[in-house]
């Protein structure tokens, strides 16, 4: 199915939306060629042009289940407002809970960053 562009006339953030709590559940696809790269796309959204024979549905996942290593909430509501969908590399091999925390500790800071940077831009 494809769908119209993507609205682009929201404003980019890292920080998660107060309705985050109420995100629809994701599809996911993989690539057949490269098993580790995801991408996410909101139930509600027009599945992108560039899912096609060469990625396989695996299934759906909302933020009540656990989703594979390397799909971080924020980070992916953050994207689907900004392109409509969320790319990201699976980690699961790697995801013992201390790799976890440090993952969203480094997108933490790197929201910080971003957020510091808008700021002093505005008050420029």
Do not use: T
Not at 37 to 42: G, N, S, T
Not at 84 to 104: H, I, K, N
Request: charged fraction near 30%; hydrophobic fraction near 35%.
């Amino acid at each position: 199915m494809l769908g119209k562009p993507n609205d682009r006339s929201r404003p980019f953030s890292m920080r998660e939306p107060a309705q985050a709590k109420s995100l629809p559940p994701y599809n996911l696809f993989a690539r057949k060629d490269a098993p580790e790269l995801f991408c996410a796309i909101p139930e509600d959204r027009p599945v992108p042009d560039f899912i096609d024979c060469d990625w396989q549905f695996k299934g759906s996942v909302d933020r009540s289940q656990n989703a594979p290593g390397g799909f971080i909430p924020p980070v992916a509501a953050a994207s689907v407002r900004l392109n409509g969908y969320y790319v990201f590399m699976r980690y699961d091999a790697l995801a013992s809970p201390e790799d976890d925390r440090e993952v969203r500790s480094i997108f933490q800071n790197l929201a910080k960053q971003k957020r510091e940077i808008e700021h002093e831009h505005r008050h420029k």
